[in-house]
């Protein structure tokens, strides 16, 4: 089995547990004809196709969260155990028991939705998922429909790319406080090297093919960039939003975004790591009323 599905996940991630893909190519047509069987017997998987990288992440979502989701051609292909860790450890820092229900906010839903979508179809957690590229749009309220989650998924087209919260708080004549926000921001500056790697002798390549189009991959200054709006906009919203939460694609990244926060006089964050087989992700979160432990 491949290394995709190694330990160090989050611990309550059911990919911890390795899927097995010769029971999903018997149950799963689609997955079957992405799918080689190895002269061992055994049903291999090409992560650097991405075909296969996408008919395998939809029948994950099928067999394990009863998802149906269609991707824009060319668009991201998200990684599930990746994302379930992200929500995981969004559990972890609400840690409430409040009963009503808990309401987050998705910044960048893409095409997918899968982060609006997971949390719930898992969580039963209403979410307002943002979004500003009209192909990923598009893709988003149809698989919102597909799955019949509109009473607990709402998208709101985002007008003004420069802006996070600001377009949607405006309009909204409510006071409805949300528990969290979540973001995968384009992680790469549209001035830099993309295929740059970091520290090209030390770390292995990427198993899994790059995808995504440019408004997904890419935004003016990166990521830090990205985040330090998430940032500034916390300030105005520090009231209708609980606690900020961002993912990171850079490890140089997290430093510049705790500068950020201590510049802004934010003083209650916490930050941690989320593993996927060779490739490992940041998570950051802050608030202006909780305090973390
Ligand atoms: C890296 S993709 C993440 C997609 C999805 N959340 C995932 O994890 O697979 C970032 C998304 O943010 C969207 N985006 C960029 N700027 C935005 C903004 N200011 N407001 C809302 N969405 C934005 C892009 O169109 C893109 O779909």
């Known amino acids: 089995m491949s290394s995709v599905f190694k330990k160090r996940m989050h611990v309550r991630n059911v990919f911890r547990t390795p899927p097995d893909y010769t029971d999903l190519a018997i149950k799963y047509p689609e997955f079957r004809k992405v799918c080689r069987l190895e002269l061992n017997g055994k049903v291999y998987v090409d992560y650097k196709n991405e075909m296969a990288l996408r008919a395998l992440t939809q029948t994950l979502l099928l067999e394990y969260f009863q998802l149906k989701i269609e991707f824009a051609p060319g668009s991201l292909v998200p990684t599930l155990p990746l994302r379930l860790n992200y929500i995981l450890w969004i559990e972890d820092l609400l840690q409430s028991n409040k009963d009503d229900k808990t309401k987050g906010i998705d910044i960048g839903c893409g095409s997918s939705c899968i982060y ?37 998924v709402t998208l709101f087209v985002q007008k003004r ?98 500068d950020i926060l201590k510049e802004k006089k934010i003083q209650h964050f916490c930050s941690t790591e989320f593993h996927q087989g060779n490739t490992t992700r940041w998570g950051i979160a802050w608030s202006f009323c909780v305090e973390f432990s």
């Open 161 to 258: 790319t420069a802006e996070i919260f600001r377009d949607y708080f405006d309009s909204d004549c409510g006071s409805e406080i949300y528990d969290f926000c979540l973001c995968n921001p384009p992680f790469y500056d549209t001035c830099a090297n993309a295929n740059k790697t970091r520290n090209p002798e030390k770390r292995p390549p990427p198993h899994n093919c790059p995808t995504g189009f440019a408004e997904e991959l890419f935004c003016e200054g990166g990521e830090v960039k990205f985040v330090e709006k998430i940032v500034i906009e916390s300030l105005l919203y520090a009231k209708r939003i609980r606690i900020f939460t961002t993912m990171l694609g850079h490890k140089s990244s997290l430093s510049k975004i705790m």
């Open 116 to 152: 609006s979508l997971l949390a719930a179809k898992k969580n039963n957690w209403s979410m307002l998922a943002l979004e500003s590229n009209p192909i990923n749009l598009d893709y988003a309220l149809k698989n919102i429909e597909r799955n019949n989650l509109q009473n607990s």
